[in-house]
Protein backbone atom coordinates (compact mmCIF):
# COMPACT_ATOMS: atom_id res chain seq x y z
CA UNK A 1 0.00 0.00 0.00
CA UNK A 2 0.86 3.52 -0.22
CA UNK A 3 3.27 5.10 2.53
CA UNK A 4 4.14 8.37 2.73
CA UNK A 5 8.01 9.33 4.78
CA UNK A 6 9.42 12.67 5.39
CA UNK A 7 12.97 13.26 6.09
CA UNK A 8 15.67 16.12 5.85
CA UNK A 9 17.27 18.21 8.36
CA UNK A 10 16.30 17.87 12.79
CA UNK A 11 17.80 21.30 13.29
CA UNK A 12 17.80 24.30 12.05
CA UNK A 13 19.41 27.95 12.63
CA UNK A 14 17.00 30.73 13.33
CA UNK A 15 16.76 32.65 9.76
CA UNK A 16 17.58 30.19 7.72
CA UNK A 17 15.78 27.65 5.20
CA UNK A 18 13.86 24.76 6.26
CA UNK A 19 13.67 22.13 3.96
CA UNK A 20 11.98 18.80 3.90
CA UNK A 21 11.26 16.29 1.74
CA UNK A 22 8.61 13.60 2.07
CA UNK A 23 9.08 10.48 -0.07
CA UNK A 24 5.84 8.32 -1.83
CA UNK A 25 5.86 4.50 -1.70
CA UNK A 26 3.95 2.61 -3.31
CA UNK A 27 2.06 5.19 -5.20
CA UNK A 28 2.39 7.83 -7.70
CA UNK A 29 2.96 11.39 -6.61
CA UNK A 30 2.01 12.46 -10.29
CA UNK A 31 -1.91 11.09 -9.59
CA UNK A 32 -4.23 13.47 -10.82
CA UNK A 33 -6.53 12.14 -7.65
CA UNK A 34 -4.76 13.33 -5.13
CA UNK A 35 -3.79 16.74 -3.30
CA UNK A 36 -0.28 16.49 -1.04
CA UNK A 37 -0.16 18.64 1.64
CA UNK A 38 2.43 19.48 4.41
CA UNK A 39 1.30 19.73 7.97
CA UNK A 40 3.01 20.58 11.39
CA UNK A 41 1.93 20.07 14.67
CA UNK A 42 4.60 21.90 17.63
CA UNK A 43 4.91 20.06 21.16
CA UNK A 44 1.54 19.71 22.96
CA UNK A 45 -0.36 21.42 20.38
CA UNK A 46 -2.90 20.96 17.62
CA UNK A 47 -2.38 20.88 13.55
CA UNK A 48 -1.53 23.54 11.22
CA UNK A 49 -2.05 23.33 7.48
CA UNK A 50 0.95 24.60 5.87
CA UNK A 51 -0.02 24.22 2.38
CA UNK A 52 -0.91 21.63 -0.71
CA UNK A 53 -0.02 21.46 -3.99
CA UNK A 54 -1.59 19.32 -6.85
CA UNK A 55 0.39 17.70 -10.02
CA UNK A 56 -1.29 19.91 -12.66
CA UNK A 57 1.16 22.77 -10.23
CA UNK A 58 -1.83 24.41 -8.55
CA UNK A 59 -0.83 25.45 -5.61
CA UNK A 60 -2.25 26.63 -1.77
CA UNK A 61 -0.91 27.89 0.85
CA UNK A 62 -2.29 29.23 4.42
CA UNK A 63 -2.18 32.84 4.31
CA UNK A 64 -0.20 33.30 7.71
CA UNK A 65 2.65 31.42 6.13
CA UNK A 66 2.41 32.51 2.78
CA UNK A 67 5.53 35.03 2.07
CA UNK A 68 8.05 32.75 3.75
CA UNK A 69 6.71 28.70 2.17
CA UNK A 70 7.09 27.38 -0.85
CA UNK A 71 5.82 23.15 -2.03
CA UNK A 72 6.81 21.55 -5.01
CA UNK A 73 6.78 17.81 -6.68
CA UNK A 74 9.63 16.32 -7.83
CA UNK A 75 8.27 13.56 -10.47
CA UNK A 76 11.52 11.85 -11.06
CA UNK A 77 11.95 11.01 -7.53
CA UNK A 78 8.10 10.48 -6.35
CA UNK A 79 8.95 13.19 -3.92
CA UNK A 80 6.65 16.52 -2.40
CA UNK A 81 9.14 19.01 -1.07
CA UNK A 82 8.63 22.07 1.37
CA UNK A 83 10.72 24.94 1.83
CA UNK A 84 10.28 27.53 5.02
CA UNK A 85 12.32 30.52 4.79
CA UNK A 86 13.33 33.17 7.54
CA UNK A 87 12.11 30.42 10.04
CA UNK A 88 12.15 31.18 14.33
CA UNK A 89 11.59 29.10 17.17
CA UNK A 90 7.57 29.27 16.57
CA UNK A 91 8.58 26.90 13.30
CA UNK A 92 9.75 24.18 15.44
CA UNK A 93 7.26 21.87 14.94
CA UNK A 94 6.96 18.59 14.02
CA UNK A 95 5.97 18.31 9.72
CA UNK A 96 3.74 15.71 8.43
CA UNK A 97 3.17 15.21 5.06
CA UNK A 98 -0.64 14.04 3.87
CA UNK A 99 -2.33 12.72 1.36
CA UNK A 100 -6.30 14.07 0.39
CA UNK A 101 -8.15 12.92 -2.80
CA UNK A 102 -10.13 14.38 -4.91
CA UNK A 103 -13.48 13.94 -6.91
CA UNK A 104 -12.60 13.39 -10.80
CA UNK A 105 -13.58 16.12 -12.81
CA UNK A 106 -14.70 18.95 -10.03
CA UNK A 107 -11.36 19.79 -8.52
CA UNK A 108 -13.08 19.36 -4.96
CA UNK A 109 -11.92 17.30 -2.10
CA UNK A 110 -13.66 13.88 -1.23
CA UNK A 111 -11.77 13.10 2.15
CA UNK A 112 -9.78 14.61 4.93
CA UNK A 113 -5.99 13.30 4.76
CA UNK A 114 -6.28 9.45 4.63
CA UNK A 115 -2.70 8.90 4.95
CA UNK A 116 0.15 10.29 6.73
CA UNK A 117 3.80 10.22 6.93
CA UNK A 118 5.21 9.19 10.66
CA UNK A 119 6.19 12.98 11.42
CA UNK A 120 9.91 14.52 11.68
CA UNK A 121 10.53 16.56 14.08
CA UNK A 122 12.60 20.15 13.21
CA UNK A 123 14.04 22.12 15.69
CA UNK A 124 14.91 25.89 15.23
CA UNK A 125 17.41 26.89 17.23
CA UNK A 126 20.94 28.54 17.09
CA UNK B 1 -10.34 31.63 7.15
CA UNK B 2 -13.44 28.68 8.50
CA UNK B 3 -12.30 28.72 12.35
CA UNK B 4 -13.03 25.40 13.52
CA UNK B 5 -14.15 25.26 17.35
CA UNK B 6 -14.28 22.12 19.28
CA UNK B 7 -15.49 21.81 22.83
CA UNK B 8 -14.56 20.26 25.22
CA UNK B 9 -10.65 20.26 25.49
CA UNK B 10 -10.51 17.39 27.25
CA UNK B 11 -13.21 15.05 29.21
CA UNK B 12 -13.08 11.73 31.09
CA UNK B 13 -15.12 8.91 30.48
CA UNK B 14 -15.46 5.93 32.27
CA UNK B 15 -14.52 2.45 30.07
CA UNK B 16 -17.95 1.18 28.29
CA UNK B 17 -19.92 4.79 28.70
CA UNK B 18 -20.49 7.39 25.59
CA UNK B 19 -17.95 10.38 24.40
CA UNK B 20 -19.25 13.27 22.93
CA UNK B 21 -17.07 15.85 21.27
CA UNK B 22 -18.38 18.61 19.45
CA UNK B 23 -16.77 20.68 16.53
CA UNK B 24 -18.52 23.71 15.32
CA UNK B 25 -16.88 25.97 11.96
CA UNK B 26 -17.69 29.97 11.48
CA UNK B 27 -19.59 29.42 8.61
CA UNK B 28 -20.85 26.51 6.67
CA UNK B 29 -19.56 23.67 4.93
CA UNK B 30 -22.37 22.04 3.26
CA UNK B 31 -22.11 22.36 -0.44
CA UNK B 32 -25.92 22.53 -0.85
CA UNK B 33 -25.53 20.99 -4.78
CA UNK B 34 -25.35 17.58 -2.74
CA UNK B 35 -25.45 18.18 0.61
CA UNK B 36 -22.36 16.86 1.45
CA UNK B 37 -20.56 18.22 4.40
CA UNK B 38 -16.94 18.51 3.96
CA UNK B 39 -15.88 17.87 7.74
CA UNK B 40 -13.64 15.26 8.66
CA UNK B 41 -12.78 13.89 11.75
CA UNK B 42 -9.44 12.28 13.41
CA UNK B 43 -7.96 10.32 16.15
CA UNK B 44 -4.09 11.08 17.25
CA UNK B 45 -2.64 8.85 19.63
CA UNK B 46 0.97 9.88 21.42
CA UNK B 47 3.81 9.79 18.70
CA UNK B 48 1.41 9.43 16.00
CA UNK B 49 -0.01 11.10 13.21
CA UNK B 50 -3.07 11.48 12.89
CA UNK B 51 -6.32 9.06 11.74
CA UNK B 52 -8.86 9.56 9.78
CA UNK B 53 -12.02 8.48 11.13
CA UNK B 54 -14.71 10.22 9.28
CA UNK B 55 -15.30 11.98 6.29
CA UNK B 56 -18.43 14.43 4.85
CA UNK B 57 -18.92 14.43 8.46
CA UNK B 58 -20.40 10.75 9.10
CA UNK B 59 -18.93 8.31 6.36
CA UNK B 60 -16.41 5.93 8.72
CA UNK B 61 -13.03 5.55 7.15
CA UNK B 62 -12.30 1.16 6.49
CA UNK B 63 -11.58 0.08 9.51
CA UNK B 64 -12.83 2.35 12.13
CA UNK B 65 -15.02 0.58 14.58
CA UNK B 66 -18.85 1.15 14.29
CA UNK B 67 -18.67 2.28 18.09
CA UNK B 68 -17.60 5.73 16.59
CA UNK B 69 -20.27 7.83 14.81
CA UNK B 70 -20.36 11.08 12.97
CA UNK B 71 -23.01 13.30 12.66
CA UNK B 72 -23.83 16.78 11.99
CA UNK B 73 -24.28 19.25 9.31
CA UNK B 74 -24.08 22.61 8.02
CA UNK B 75 -22.09 24.27 11.09
CA UNK B 76 -22.57 22.10 13.88
CA UNK B 77 -20.91 18.68 14.18
CA UNK B 78 -20.29 15.58 16.70
CA UNK B 79 -18.08 12.95 17.03
CA UNK B 80 -19.98 10.45 19.21
CA UNK B 81 -17.80 7.21 20.49
CA UNK B 82 -20.02 4.27 22.56
CA UNK B 83 -19.29 1.57 24.78
CA UNK B 84 -15.47 3.62 25.30
CA UNK B 85 -12.58 1.21 25.17
CA UNK B 86 -8.94 1.98 26.72
CA UNK B 87 -7.37 2.55 23.43
CA UNK B 88 -10.08 5.03 22.35
CA UNK B 89 -7.75 7.28 24.63
CA UNK B 90 -6.10 9.65 22.41
CA UNK B 91 -6.79 13.50 20.94
CA UNK B 92 -9.67 14.08 18.68
CA UNK B 93 -9.66 16.82 16.12
CA UNK B 94 -12.54 17.69 13.40
CA UNK B 95 -11.15 19.80 10.05
CA UNK B 96 -13.07 21.52 7.46
CA UNK B 97 -11.76 21.04 3.75
CA UNK B 98 -14.76 22.63 2.16
CA UNK B 99 -12.46 25.40 1.20
CA UNK B 100 -8.69 26.68 1.72
CA UNK B 101 -6.90 27.38 3.90
CA UNK B 102 -7.74 23.64 5.75
CA UNK B 103 -8.43 24.42 9.21
CA UNK B 104 -8.21 22.18 11.86
CA UNK B 105 -10.08 22.33 15.34
CA UNK B 106 -8.28 22.55 18.88
CA UNK B 107 -8.30 18.91 19.96
CA UNK B 108 -10.40 17.12 22.19
CA UNK B 109 -8.44 15.14 24.85
CA UNK B 110 -10.02 11.79 25.87
CA UNK B 111 -9.15 9.95 29.02
CA UNK B 112 -10.55 7.49 31.15
CA UNK B 113 -12.27 8.13 33.94
Known amino acids: QVQLQESGPGLVKPSQTLSLACTVF??????????WSWIRQPAGKGLEWIGRIHPSGNTNYNPSLKSRVGISLDTSKNQLSLKLTSVTAADTAVYYCAKANLETGTNRLLTGFDLWGQGTLVTVSS | DIVMTQSPDSLAVSLGERATINCKSS????????????LAWYQQKPGQPPHLLFYWASTRESGVPDRFSGSGSGTDFTLTINNLQAEDVAVYYCQQYYSAPLTFGGGTKVEIK
Open chain 2, 27 to 38: QSVLYSSDSKNC
Open chain 1, 26 to 35: GGSISSNSYY
